[in-house]
C-alpha cells in the first residue's frame, strides 16, 4: 500500500529574485497567492547569488524553487542554479521560474533543466495547479522507486 | 466656490433627490457595487455638487494658469503655445544600436531623448570584458537599455546627435553622476560648453532603498552625491535639471496615487534639507527640481492628482522653506503611463490604455510625456511599438481639442473636490512619515516597504474578489488572438563581442597612469567633502570605465544591503 503522507504535508517553496533585478510586484503576489492555496512560501530577498538561493532551498527543504528574473540575465542564473541543484543532489526540487522572457530563450531553458517557465500574463491560479499537480507527480513517483 | 449658491438648498434637494427617484432606482437595479472606490482607494459618491467644493476659494486655491499656487497650470499659455516634450525611453545594449534608435525616433517626431541604462550594466563593478562579468552574467546583456563603458562608447552612441539640439533625460539610478560626467564629457568634445545643455538626470537615489532597489551605496553617500550634482549644476549648468523625483518608480512599485505623492514629497523634503544644510539656497534649487509621476488607469483621479501635487508642492516651497522666486513654486512634471497597468494578453489593448492615460496627463498639465509602448509587458520597446506612441502624443495634441484651452476640467464638481482631497490624504501621510524621522527613518523601519507590499496584495485581492478589472486578464477573456505583428527586438547578435574588443582596445590604448591618478584622485575626494562631479568627469575623459568608477567609491563607501530592512520576509512567516 502507498503511504499518501508524503503528498499531503504542506507544499514547502522559496521564492527569490535572481540576477541583479528588483521587480518585486510579481513576486509579492505570487508568495502571497501560494500562502493562500496552503503552500509554506520563504522568500529569499533580492541580489542572491545562485550559490545561496540553491543552499537555502535544501536547507529550508523545499519543494519547489521559483525565481523571478526581469533584467536579462535569466540565462545565467537559471542554467547556474541547474546545475548546482544537480550537483548537490537536489534534483527532487522542482525548479520554475518566470519574468520578461524571450520565448527562444524559453525552449532553451527548458531543454537545459528548468522544469517550467511562466511568462507575463500567466493565471496565478495556472501556476497554483502546475504546482501542485507535478509535487504530487514526484511524491508518488519517489514512493514507487521506495516500494 | 460662488456667493450666490444656495448650498442649503442644493443639499436638501440631493437628499430628496436620493431618497426618491435614486431610491426608486435601485430597488428595481441595484448598482454594480455596494461602494465604488478610485484606484487610490478613495471612496466615489454617486453625484458631486457645488456643496462638495463650497470651501474651495478661486483665487486661493485654484488662481489662474501660471500663476500661484499653480493648480491650473505652471504657465500662462500652457499647450495653446506648444505641446509637451514628446520623449519616449530609448536604449539597446550596444551604443551602435542606441545611436541608431535615437536617429529613428528624433525623426519620427520625438522632441527629447530619455536613456535608460543597462540594469546589469549599470549595476556592475566590473566590466563586460572581465572574465567574472561573464561568469556573473552568463555572458550577455540582457534586451533593454543602453551599455556605454568608457567614453569611447559614448563617443558612438552620441555620433550625429548634437547635444546643444536635443534634451536629454538620463536615467542610470544607480549612479547618475557618472553618466552625466560621460554626457558632459562628449558634449565638451563636440564643442558644447555644460551650460548650454538642457535636459534632466534622475538623480534621486532614495528610491533605491525601497523603490527600484538595486546594488547601492549607503543612504547618506547617495545624499552626498545628491547635493553634490546639485551644487555642481547650480554653478556650471543653468538649464539644466539636476534631478527628476522619480515618484513613478515608486509608483510602479506598487502604490496608490496618494502614497506615491506623499513618499515623493517626503523624500523632497529630505533632499532638499540635505542641500540647505550644504549651503545652498532654496531659490537655488527649487527651480531646477522636476518631478516624474505616473498615470494609472483611473482617468480623472491622475487629473486630481497632478493638480494636487502643484498645489501642494507650491504652498511647501513659499510656506514652508521660504522660496521668494516664483520659478521655485511651479512644479514642472513629466509623466510616464505606468507599464504596470500594460498586459501580456492582447498586447494591442495597451494601445488604448496608453492613450487613456495620455490623455489623462494631459489633462493634467504636464511639460513632458512617455506614453508607455504597447509591447512593454513583453520586453524592451521595438520601433513599431514606439512610432504607434509618438503618434498617440500627435493625436492627443492635434486631433482631440483637448490641448484649445488649459486645464478644461477645472470647475468640475467632482475633479476639484478630489483634488482636494488627494490633497489632504497626501499631507497627512507625509506628516505620518515626517514623524517617523522623514525618508530616512521611514527606510530604516521598512515602512516605505510594508506599505507597498500592503498595496500590491490590496490590488491583487481586488482582482479576485472582482472590484478591480482588467480586460482580458480578469473579465471579458476571449479566444481572440493578438493580430499585432509583434516581433522580440532582439539585440545584436555582435553587440557584445563588439563591447568587449573595444574595451579592449580602450585598455590598450589609453594611458593606464592618467586612468590610475584620476581614480585615485575619485577615491581621495570620496573619503573627503570635496564636491565629486569635477572628478568624475576627470575620470570618464581618462577612459576609466564606469565599473571601474563604481568599483573605486564602492571601496570607500561599502554597499547597501537591502535585504537587512524588514519586509515581505517577515510578512510571510
Known amino acids: 500500500m502507498t503511504e499518501p503522507k508524503q503528498s499531503k504535508k504542506n507544499i514547502r517553496v522559496l521564492l527569490a529574485k535572481g540576477g541583479t533585478d528588483a521587480h518585486t510586484v510579481g513576486i509579492i503576489t505570487l508568495a502571497r497567492s501560494f500562502k493562500d492555496a496552503g503552500m509554506e512560501v520563504i522568500f529569499a530577498g533580492l541580489y542572491i547569488s545562485p550559490e545561496e538561493i540553491v543552499s537555502e532551498a535544501i536547507s529550508e527543504d523545499v519543494d519547489v524553487l521559483g525565481i523571478s528574473q526581469l533584467d536579462g540575465n535569466h540565462m545565467g542564473t537559471f542554467i547556474k542554479v541547474r546545475k548546482l541543484l544537480d550537483e548537490k543532489e537536489a534534483k527532487h526540487i522542482l525548479f520554475i521560474g518566470g519574468g520578461m522572457i524571450p520565448r527562444q530563450d524559453v525552449e532553451e531553458l527548458k531543454k537545459r533543466g528548468i522544469d517550467e517557465v511562466f511568462l507575463p500574463g500567466t493565471p496565478v491560479a495556472e501556476i497554483i495547479d502546475y504546482i501542485k499537480a507535478e509535487v504530487e507527480k514526484r511524491a508518488q513517483s519517489e514512493i514507487k522507486s521506495a516500494e | ?237 543653468p538649464q539644466w535639471n539636476f534631478t527628476s523625483l522619480s515618484a513613478y518608480n515608486r509608483a510602479e512599485a506598487g502604490l496608490t496615487q496618494i502614497q506615491e505623492l506623499a513618499f515623493g514629497f517626503a523624500d523632497a523634503i529630505t533632499y532638499i534639507e540635505a542641500c540647505l544644510e550644504r549651503g545652498l539656497m532654496i531659490d537655488d534649487i527649487a527651480p531646477r527640481f522636476p518631478f516624474y509621476f505616473g498615470v494609472h488607469n483611473d482617468l480623472l483621479e491622475n487629473v486630481a492628482k497632478l493638480r494636487a501635487a502643484r498645489r501642494i508642492w507650491a504652498r511647501l516651497m513659499r510656506e514652508r522653506f521660504g522660496a521668494k522666486n516664483p520659478e521655485s513654486w511651479r512644479m514642472k512634471i513629466h509623466v510616464q503611463t505606468e507599464g504596470r497597468t500594460t498586459s501580456a494578453r492582447m498586447p494591442e489593448l495597451n494601445v488604448i490604455r496608453a492613450a487613456l492615460q495620455g490623455l489623462s496627463a494631459v489633462l493634467g498639465g504636464v511639460q513632458s510625456l512617455h506614453i508607455t509602448t504597447f509591447d512593454e509587458p513583453l520586453g524592451t520597446p521595438t520601433d513599431y511599438a514606439q512610432y504607434l506612441s509618438v503618434r498617440t502624443h500627435q493625436i492627443i495634441a492635434y486631433e482631440s481639442g483637448v490641448t484649445n484651452t488649459i486645464d478644461p476640467l477645472a470647475g468640475s464638481y467632482y475633479v476639484e473636490s478630489l483634488t482636494n482631497q488627494i490633497e489632504e490624504e497626501t499631507l497627512k501621510l507625509l506628516r505620518e512619515i515626517e514623524g517617523m524621522g522623514g525618508a530616512l527613518g521611514a527606510i530604516r523601519r521598512g515602512f516605505y516597504l510594508r506599505q507597498i507590499e500592503r498595496n500590491v496584495l490590496r490590488e491583487q485581492a481586488e482582482r479576485i474578489k472582482g472590484t478591480r478589472i482588467v480586460v482580458e486578464e480578469d473579465a471579458f477573456i476571449s479566444d481572440q488572438k493578438s493580430q499585432l505583428p509583434y516581433q522580440e527586438q532582439i539585440p545584436d547578435p555582435q553587440g557584445w563581442d563588439k563591447l568587449v574588443k573595444r574595451l579592449k582596445e580602450v585598455r590598450a590604448t589609453r594611458n593606464q597612469s592618467r586612468v590610475n591618478e584620476a581614480l585615485d584622485n575619485l577615491k581621495k575626494a570620496a573619503q573627503g567633502k570635496q564636491n565629486l562631479i569635477a572628478f568624475l568627469i576627470e575620470a570618464v575623459e581618462a577612459y576609466c570605465t564606469a565599473a571601474e568608477i563604481n568599483r573605486a567609491l564602492k571601496e570607500v563607501w561599502g554597499n547597501y544591503n537591502h535585504n537587512a530592512v524588514p519586509h515581505l520576509t517577515l510578512m510571510l512567516r
Open chain 2, 1 to 237: 466656490m460662488a456667493d450666490n449658491i444656495n448650498y442649503k438648498e442644493i443639499k436638501k434637494r440631493e437628499e430628496e433627490w436620493e431618497q426618491g427617484p435614486v431610491r426608486e432606482f435601485l430597488s428595481q437595479v441595484p448598482e454594480r457595487y455596494d461602494q465604488f472606490f478610485s484606484h487610490s482607494g478613495i471612496p466615489i459618491k454617486r453625484i458631486y455638487t457645488p456643496v462638495d467644493v463650497s470651501g474651495v476659494d478661486y483665487l486661493r486655491d485654484l488662481n489662474f494658469p501660471g500663476q500661484y499656487p499653480f493648480t491650473r497650470g505652471v504657465y500662462p499659455t500652457m499647450y495653446r503655445a506648444r505641446p509637451w516634450t514628446f520623449r519616449p525611453e530609448t536604449g539597446r545594449p550596444s551604443p551602435e544600436e542606441t545611436n541608431a534608435q535615437f536617429k529613428n525616433i528624433l525623426a519620427t517626431g520625438a522632441t527629447g531623448l530619455s536613456l535608460g541604462a543597462n540594469w546589469t550594466w549599470m549595476q556592475s563593478d566590473v566590466d563586460p570584458d572581465d572574465a567574472s562579468f561573464a561568469e556573473l552574467y552568463g555572458g550577455q546583456l540582457g534586451h533593454s537599455g543602453y551599455c556605454a563603458c568608457s567614453l569611447k562608447d559614448w563617443e558612438i552612441m552620441f555620433d550625429g546627435i548634437s547635444l546643444d539640439r536635443v534634451s536629454t533625460s538620463l536615467n542610470d539610478i544607480h549612479m547618475v553622476q557618472r553618466e552625466l560626467a560621460f554626457y558632459i564629457a562628449i558634449a565638451k568634445k563636440q564643442g558644447v560648453s555644460p551650460d548650454k545643455l538642457t535636459g534632466n538626470c534622475e538623480n534621486d537615489p532614495l528610491q533605491l532603498y525601497y523603490a527600484i532597489m538595486v546594488d547601492t551605496f549607503p543612504p547618506e553617500h547617495n545624499l552626498r552625491l545628491f547635493v553634490d550634482t546639485a551644487e555642481f549644476c547650480k554653478k556650471h549648468m
